[in-house]
């Protein structure tokens, strides 16, 4: 049995699950998130709590129950609590500004950089860091990738955008032959 599938979930004040066929809907005071379910596994409210069981022990299912389990709990945090990511910039010169919606990114290219910021994920700029929110987990961190990805750490220097926190392993320069 799946250690992570067989927990229940306790479904907070506040917070509308209602399981369809075809999707799961979550309602919460931050919004709505819908998932369709997957085949081979059944999601049920009872007394509650939401479960998700699987049909048999096939490999496919069991991959499954787990997963679901997952995209629920993080549908119920998301609706309640919200996701976040944070980025810093590093580098001389390199800087981020609000241009709207939009973020206005001057990376060491011979261009400033627009990003589009999706409309259901907000970003807030303080300094050389940027902030990344919104109610869907995937969202967020697919969004935060995405700007990391505009200009990666390099590792003699470590000039780029990261994740706080995240761990940049740094090279040696050059080593000239000693004579």
Known sequence: MSRIGKLPIA??????????????????SKGTLKQFTMPGVTVAIKD??????????EPKNRAKHGLMRAL???MVTGVTVGFSKKLEINGVGYRVAAQGTDLKLNLGF????????PSNVS???EGTSITVTGISKQQVGQVAAEI?????PEP???KGIKYEGERIIRKSGKSGKDK
């Open 156 to 158: 003699y220097k470590g």
């Open 110 to 117: 011979s261009h400033d950089v627009i990003f589009k910021v």
């Open 72 to 74: 629920i709990m993080n």
């Open 11 to 28: 479904i907070p004040s506040g917070v509308t699950i209602t399981v369809d066929d075809a999707e799961v809907t979550v309602t919460g």
């Open 123 to 125: 970003t807030k700029i």
């Open 48 to 57: 509650n709590e939401l479960t998700v069981t699987r049909e048999n022990d």
């Open 148 to 152: 990391r990805a505009l200009k990666k």
